[in-house]
């Protein structure tokens, strides 16, 4: 069956940086376009970064220039590198593919905080 499986969350210094993994099974990974959202305390949830099946990749404005999203077809597995990490990114992080529907992982914390 489908699964999503999110990992790499961390309590991280301010100007730190994280790396984060998706593991993906049960569906043509290397075919979807996948994507990460976040989920802060109290907020709704949002994007943050894209990647097509051939790595046309796409930020929202507030990670544009410290995040970079990339992907492994081989590995099955999308990242998220996040570099000069801010409080304001302390929030659940989430792989997605829109061809899944309304299908989520668990997520993975990630914490920002001195």
């Known amino acids: 069956q489908v699964q999503l499986v999110e990992s790499g969350g961390d309590l991280v210094q301010p100007g730190g940086s994280l790396r984060l993994s998706c593991a993906a099974s049960g569906f043509p990974f290397s075919t979807y376009t996948m994507k990460w959202y976040r989920q802060a305390p109290g907020k709704q949830r949002e994007f943050v970064a894209t990647i097509t099946y051939n790595s046309i990749t796409g930020y929202a404005d507030s990670v544009k220039g410290r995040f970079t999203i990339s992907r492994d077809n081989a590995k099955n597995s999308v990242y998220l590198q996040m570099n000069s990490l801010k409080p304001e990114d302390t929030a659940v992080y989430y792989c997605?593919?829109?061809?899944?529907?309304?299908?989520w992982g668990q997520g993975t914390q990630v914490t920002v905080s001195s």
């Open positions: 997605k593919s829109p061809a899944l529907g309304d299908y």
